[in-house]
């Protein structure tokens, strides 16, 4: 819509022209980068729901320095130099996908479930994991019997995961991260790996760093 405005719009005394778009938000009027401006203060499930409403505020919804600012919000950015391959949503994606198998992974460790843990594993002759106590193990059935042995031991310890650093790849996500126990040591260092089969993603290789404690006299092995 085209609105003419008379009065002291020019120094002659003549008519100003202003264009309005009719029916456009105040949102969708704004320049593309006070858009994504605006949008980097939105979370994930903010941003998705601001996709659904019309098909410009999509259209901005989706667009990828939005995304790669909400990437470098919510996750640290392990190499500076990364170009997702299909784009920043995309890979924001991924990355959240691969943190929340993270996650669940600890999970499974605290709750000692050694159902849980065969299914989170890849059955696999290459997989490997390393216990904190130094004890490391090759293939799917050595792997499984040493968290059954590890979901034994009495001192099993809480602990709290930071400095999660993720990668992904099209079929393959390593996560490195600090534990850090309740028991007043640590952060020891954990590497955790991941392959993607069947839409799935499964744990390939575990590592946690050697852990000891002092104390009554006598080393502890913390499980990890």
């Keep these: 819509m085209t609105a003419r405005v008379s009065g002291g719009g020019r120094e002659n005394g003549g ?16 320049v593309p980068e006070i858009t994504t401006h605006a949008l980097s203060y939105l979370d994930y499930p903010s941003l998705c729901r601001l996709s659904m409403t019309n098909s410009l505020m999509r259209k901005a919804a989706n667009d990828d320095n939005a995304w790669k600012a909400l990437y470098r919000k919510d996750f640290t950015l392990e190499q500076g130099n990364v170009i997702p391959p299909n784009g920043w949503k995309a890979y924001y994606a991924a990355t959240r996908a691969i943190v929340n198998v993270n996650a669940e992974f600890f999970r499974i460790v605290r709750e000692r479930s050694l159902q849980a843990m065969g299914q989170f594993w890849l059955n696999a002759d290459y997989v490997k994991c390393f216990h904190a106590t130094g004890e490391s193990f090759s293939g799917y059935n050595a792997v499984m019997d040493s968290w059954q ?5 009495e001192n099993v310890a809480d602990f709290q995961i930071r400095d999660v650093r993720t990668r992904v790849l099209s079929n393959m996500a390593w ?3 600090k ?4 028991i007043g040591a ?22 946690s760093s050697a852990l000891f404690i002092h104390g009554g006299g006598e080393q502890q092995h913390l499980q990890g």
Aim: no cysteine.
């Design 15 to 30: 008519e100003m022209v202003v264009e309005r778009q009719t029916g456009a938000s105040m949102m969708e009027q704004l």
């Design 149 to 153: 042995l590890a979901f034994t031991w």
């Design 175 to 177: 996560v490195t991260m």
């Design 179 to 182: 534990a850090y126990v309740d």
């Design 186 to 207: 640590g952060p020891f260092d954990v590497t955790n790996i991941y392959e993607l089969h069947n839409g799935r993603w499964y744990m390939v290789h575990h590592h």
